[in-house]
């Protein structure tokens, strides 16, 4: 799915929020539940504590629909709710360990797997040490504005900084991976 | 720091699709959707609740605010202010005017001086009786100096 129909679908989920909040959050989990485990996992540095963090999400969207109604752009309100929960249920563990996702790294590649799969998956697997070894709050907002496809203005506001610090780590975190990709691109 | 500094091209080359390629999307617990939605469906009843018991608290509190302002008790109490012994026209006297005028004001033409003190007493209280007339005779017009 392309980010125009994600958001389109996203929008037409929310806008039924209210009307049939049962099917309507079903169909949100459908289309959001793996991007929002994915973010969260980079954070949270595991999938349980980040698909509790969703299911905390989805409670309160359940139990109090008019915040995410009313927001202006739902998909970076999503992001900086499972951010918070993440945050918060690390805080509860007091541990931060951010971005060392050990379910990520270990993507088992199994025999039966063809041989440029395979040639993929460790080319995916080279990309994200790379940007593993960024520093965090670099590695953070690569993460929101290639996978989770945010505009730099959202990624501020998700994050509750200026753009102008979003806008530095951001040629930090680039300068850094344009070098360390150049290999993997040749 | 300026604005060119914030004029950030969008990602596009070669590293661009290698990051998007690298986002993996991971497999989600098998019970985590029935999980989430079974806890979903009970915020959805104490949400509601919650939002009919705020309702209702501001109806409840509406009613007690109107009920205070109209009660029957309260609106003959408006009615019949009690006063401290002083009548309601020389709580207004001001010093200096003769008794029944009431702050200075001008008199409309035609109207005795003592017209205006029972019609002050009268717009303030409107149940209240009529005061007697005072003690003294109204005074005669004085001529106006050329």
Not at chain 1, 109 to 131: F, K, N
Not at chain 2, 54 to 81: K, N
Not at chain 2, 141 to 146: G, H, S, T
Request: glycine residues 4%; aromatic residues 4%.
């Amino acid at each position: 799915m392309d980010a125009t129909a994600f958001h389109q679908a996203l929008r037409n989920c929310i806008g039924q929020l209210t009307q049939q909040p049962h099917s309507a959050l079903a169909e949100l989990f459908d289309l959001t539940a793996q991007r929002l485990v994915r973010y969260a996992s980079t954070i949270a540095g595991n999938q349980p504590d980040a698909e509790d963090a969703l299911q905390a999400v989805f409670s309160l969207l359940a139990r109090d629909p008019r915040y995410i109604t009313a927001a202006l752009s739902p998909w970076p309100y999503l992001i900086r709710s499972i951010r918070n929960e993440t945050l918060r249920i690390l805080r509860k563990k007091s541990r931060s360990t951010l971005l060392r996702s050990k379910s990520s790294s270990q993507n088992s590649a199994g025999s039966h797997t063809p041989p440029e799969q395979l040639l993929t998956d460790e080319i995916g697997q080279q990309v994200r040490r790379i940007i593993q070894s960024l520093p965090p709050e670099q590695a953070e907002v690569v993460l929101l504005k290639h996978w989770e496809e945010l505009t730099f203005a959202e990624i501020a506001e998700s994050l509750n900084l200026s753009q102008n610090t979003v806008a530095s780590r951001y040629r930090y975190a680039i300068e850094k991976l344009q070098r360390s990709l150049e290999p993997l691109i040749r | 720091m300026n604005s060119d500094f914030l004029r950030i091209p969008e990602p596009s080359g070669p590293e661009t699709q290698l990051l998007r390629s690298a986002a993996p999307l991971p497999t989600l617990s098998p019970e985590l959707r029935q999980r989430v939605l079974t806890g979903c469906g009970r915020q959805i009843v104490v949400g509601k609740a919650i939002r009919a018991s705020q309702q209702l608290a501001a109806v409840a509190a509406s009613v007690a605010v109107l009920c205070w302002l109209f009660l029957p008790g309260r609106i003959e109490e408006r009615s019949h202010p009690e006063t401290s012994g002083a009548p309601a026209d020389t709580l207004l006297q001001a010093p200096g005017l003769p008794p029944g005028t009431s702050l200075g004001l001008p008199a409309p033409p035609g109207t005795s001086l003592g017209n205006i003190a029972a019609t002050d007493a009268a717009q303030s209280t409107p149940a209240a009786p009529p005061k007697p007339p005072t003690a003294q005779p109204p005074q005669p017009p004085v001529p106006l100096q050329p």
